[in-house]
């Protein structure tokens, strides 16, 4: 079993609308997870960092983590064409940062 | 936020010549980098974490000795592709951690071995 499973996409919403995207992981142990944006051909740049149950917001998005299920999510609200881009997610609490497959977003106009 | 620097932003090189990426943390004291690698239209395959003052950890399935990673001091770590082929073409990614929360990526290098 992957540590962190994604579901690969493409996700396609329409602007304006909220995307949401999911990441499981196998660690129980796992205390706190990163959120990155990786846009085609470049690097990944950091969205959020969550580490209690429940949410955390910053501005247009939203964390959720829930422990006890195993999983962790990012809201994204009022999608814009922009947000377009494979969203990655990965536990902080390991030697070694392992990241999901990534889930590819698409908004269109 | 903080800054990690990385180049070459690309690079192309002729098949068994050798390859040094350098990754520095421009604004803090890293302890602990990581190297990634990514092909085309797939996710971040860690190659090894680099710790200061230590030898790197690597990846099952990555060559230690054609990887060579070398992490001098707390804001350079530098990746060597040695004797690289075709296979090796892809993009290299650095990353540093300043604490556990802030882990922050380079702008990438991509490879093209002829």
């Known amino acids: 079993q992957k540590e962190v499973e994604q579901n690969s996409g493409p996700l396609s919403v329409p602007e304006g609308a909220i995307a949401s995207l999911n990441c499981t992981y196998s660690d129980r142990g796992s205390q706190s997870f990163f959120w990155y944006r990786q846009y085609s051909g470049k690097s990944p740049e950091l969205i959020m960092f969550?580490?209690?149950?429940g949410d955390k917001e910053d501005g247009r998005f939203t964390a959720q983590l829930n422990k006890a299920s195993q999983y962790v999510s990012l809201l994204i609200r009022d999608s814009q064409p922009s947000d377009s881009a494979t969203y990655l997610c990965?536990?902080?609490?390991?030697?070694?940062?392992?990241f999901g497959t990534g889930t590819r977003l698409q908004v269109f106009p | 936020g903080a800054v990690v620097s990385q180049h070459p932003s690309w690079v192309i090189c002729k098949s068994g010549t050798s390859v040094k990426i350098e990754c520095r943390s421009l604004?803090?004291?890293?302890?602990?980098m990581f190297w990634y690698r990514q092909f085309p239209k797939q996710s971040l395959m860690l190659m090894a974490t680099?710790?200061?003052?230590?030898?790197?950890?690597?990846e099952q399935g990555v060559e230690k000795d054609k990887f060579l990673i070398n992490h001098a001091s707390l804001t350079l770590s530098t990746l060597t592709v040695t004797s690289a082929h075709p296979e090796d073409s892809s993009f290299y990614i650095c990353?540093?951690?300043?604490?556990?929360?802030?882990?922050?990526f380079g702008s990438g290098t991509q490879l093209s071995v002829l």
């Open positions: 990353s540093a951690s300043e604490g556990v929360e802030k882990l922050f």
């Open positions: 990965a536990p902080s609490n390991t030697d070694k940062l392992i």
């Open positions: 680099s710790n200061e003052g230590s030898k790197a950890t690597y």
């Open positions: 604004d803090f004291q890293a302890t602990t």
């Open positions: 969550i580490y209690s149950n």
